[in-house]
């Protein structure tokens, strides 16, 4: 079946500094979606990405989705404490389809 | 807009009881609403996919007998831990699904509690 693999599992960062994470299909992806879960919250939706090679920003969260539309990634800018929490990305495998694939999720905490 | 509620937000019962959580789309109406488990620490894990009328749609290794689940609407989703076991203990997250925008929305999630 299709698989979503993200990496890294964990990382600690110092305030200040940047962050990714990287999220890999096994198979192409219609669109794929990046939420963000505090602990003890529930996913929040972040950003949809659909065409291959698509580049969006949301102030220090840039996102890119690949030429092929099998991996994306995340990139946060300047990490502040507000950034804590973990980060999933979600697979669509074909236009059309409700069903998300998850990753398993980046889990980032920041020393102050 | 797109609230999605669910209730309760956590739940303590003990073992061999049922227990009800109900999830609702309170400013849209979602065509399909998604049931998903989340263990400490993991993803989420899709659990079973429920249409409007229609029997939900479950993901291999989810028992249906255990799980029970009830659209009796467009707003209303219900799922029901029938039996319920230690082991069962977790965050569990409704999604609202919507033709409109094409977007899952999702609960805040209960977190249940088996002793």
């Known amino acids: 079946g299709q698989q979503v693999m993200q990496i890294p599992q964990y990382q600690h960062v110092q305030e200040g500094e940047d962050f990714t994470t990287y999220c890999n299909s096994s198979t192409t992806l219609s669109n794929i979606q990046w939420y963000k879960q505090r602990p003890g919250g529930h996913p929040v939706f972040l950003i949809q990405?659909?065409?291959?090679?698509e580049v969006k920003k949301q102030k220090r969260l840039t996102f890119q989705f690949g030429e092929a539309k099998k991996n994306s990634s995340l990139h946060i800018t300047a990490t502040q404490t507000t950034d804590v929490g973990t980060y999933f990305c979600?697979?669509?495998?074909?236009?059309?389809?409700?069903?998300?694939?998850f990753g398993q999720g980046t889990r980032l905490t920041i020393n102050p | 807009g797109a609230v999605v509620s669910q209730h309760p937000s956590w739940v303590i019962c003990k073992s061999g009881t049922s227990v009800k959580i109900e999830c609702r789309s309170l400013?849209?109406?979602?065509?399909?609403m998604f049931w998903y488990r989340q263990f400490p620490k993991q993803s989420l894990m899709l659990m079973a996919t429920s249409n409007e009328g229609s029997k939900a749609t479950y993901e291999q290794g989810v028992e249906k007998d255990k799980f029970l689940i009830n659209h009796a609407s467009l707003t209303l989703s219900t799922l029901t831990v029938t039996s319920a076991h230690p082991e069962d203990s977790s965050f569990y997250i409704c999604?609202?699904?919507?033709?409109?925008?094409?977007?899952?929305?999702f609960g805040p999630g209960t977190r249940l509690t088996v002793t």
């Open positions: 979600a697979g669509r495998k074909f236009q059309g389809a409700q069903k998300l694939v």
């Open positions: 990405l659909v065409k291959s090679g």
């Open positions: 400013d849209f109406q979602a065509t399909t």
């Open positions: 999604s609202a699904f919507t033709a409109i925008s094409y977007e899952q929305y």
